[in-house]
Nanobody, 124 residues
Framework: QVQLAESGGGLVQAGGNLRLSCAAS????????MGWFRQAPEKEREFVAA????????YYADSVKGRFTISRDNGKNRAYLQLSSLKPEDTAVYYC?????????????????WGQGTQVTVSS
């Protein structure tokens, strides 16, 4: 079993930056991918970003490409999401996710492990 816990959310003005962190505990294999999804009020959950175990491959939703950066530090059992140039439409609860994956990084149901979520609110 793996437990995930997010931190770093908050309130920020449009154009601002935030850094989300995800602490992972438990046994993880070398195929353990991590990622982020988000869900805004009255909207469906959507993929944001994912990263492979080695960090050699990263994936982004088109809506955040060029603004958000995902990274991980396996020595610290952490993943990060740097949010830059934030827009009001980025307001959502952001969830850290993980699972042993070799593909389908964009699909929520592929991830067995989810954090509790952290709120990001961007004011205009």
């Amino acid at each position: 079993q793996v437990q995930l816990a997010e931190s770093g959310g908050g309130l920020v003005q449009a154009g601002g930056n935030l850094r989300l962190s995800c602490a992972a505990s438990g046994r993880m294999s070398s195929t353990f991918a991590m990622g982020w999804f988000r869900q805004a009020p009255e909207k469906e959950r959507e993929f944001v970003a994912a990263i492979t175990w080695s960090g050699s491959a990263t994936y982004y939703a088109d809506s955040v490409k060029g603004r958000f950066t995902i990274s991980r530090d396996n020595g610290k059992n952490r993943a990060y999401l740097q949010l830059s140039s934030l827009k009001p439409e980025d307001t959502a609860v952001y969830y850290c996710v993980g699972n042993n994956l070799r593909g389908n990084y964009f699909i929520a149901t592929e991830y067995s492990y989810w954090g509790q979520g952290t709120q990001v609110t961007v004011s205009s």
